[in-house]
């Protein structure tokens, strides 16, 4: 069966202070593992994408990295405005291409 | 902005109550997604449209029910609505066809069963 646990549950990290959130997985067979980010009663909002073992994403201060059992999703040097919730998902090779998602990391960046 | 939009944005209803709620997908995507988000968990895989055709359910009960239009819209039917049916529901649109893998969200429809 599918799983996807995220680690840590919440994070508080002062304004400049770079960490790495973890997501690891179970799939049968990975078509794509996905990262959002989720702002309070909002809808998901597409980060990136990884679809195979060794492959890295950036986008300003977030950069998106992937094994074959887990992705990290790295933060420098953060800013308050990146606080939000960010939700790991996987897709299935396998079946209709819908996601499966952890409980997410919630992210409280402080000035 | 995505171009997914649903509606309502929220919603209150009685226990026993019937609901419909309404996605609207990106322009020239042709399959939708509806998820359920309790508060603190991840969205949940209720349905997914595919060319009107239901292509995938999750571990939902057969009173959640849905249907595409041929201009992709969509529709999430829920009866006889429970007070665990309370939760932030999702559509998300996208274009496998093209192989384009990512799903794009709406901003949800937030619903309250009392």
């Known amino acids: 069966e599918d799983q996807v646990t995220q680690s840590p549950e919440a994070l508080r990290l002062q304004e400049g202070e770079s960490s790495s959130l973890n997501c690891s997985y179970t799939v049968s067979g990975l078509r794509g593992l996905f990262w959002y980010r989720q702002d309070p009663g909002k809808g998901p909002e597409f980060l990136f994408t990884?679809?195979?073992a060794g492959e890295e994403k950036e986008k300003e201060r977030l950069k998106a990295t992937l094994t074959k059992k887990e992705s990290f999703l790295h933060i420098t040097a953060p800013k308050p405005e990146d606080s939000a919730t960010y939700l790991c998902a996987v897709q299935a090779s396998t079946g209709a291409n819908n996601l499966f998602f952890g409980t997410g990391t919630r992210l409280t960046v402080i000035p | 902005e995505t171009g997914v939009t649903q509606s309502p944005t929220h919603l209150i209803k009685t226990r026993g109550q019937q609901v419909t709620l309404r996605c609207s997908s990106q322009s020239g995507h042709n399959t939708v997604s509806w998820y359920q988000q309790a508060l603190g968990q991840g969205p949940q895989f209720i349905f997914q449209y595919y060319r009107e055709e239901e292509n995938g359910r999750g571990n939902f009960p057969p009173r959640f029910s849905g249907l595409q239009f041929p201009n992709y819209s969509s529709e999430l039917n829920v009866n006889a609505l429970e007070l665990d049916d309370s939760a932030l529901y999702l559509c998300?649109?996208?274009?496998?066809?093209?192989?384009?893998?990512?799903?794009?969200f709406g901003q949800g429809t937030r619903l309250t069963v009392v």
């Open positions: 990884l679809y195979s």
């Open positions: 998300a649109s996208s274009l496998p066809d093209r192989g384009d893998t990512e799903a794009f």
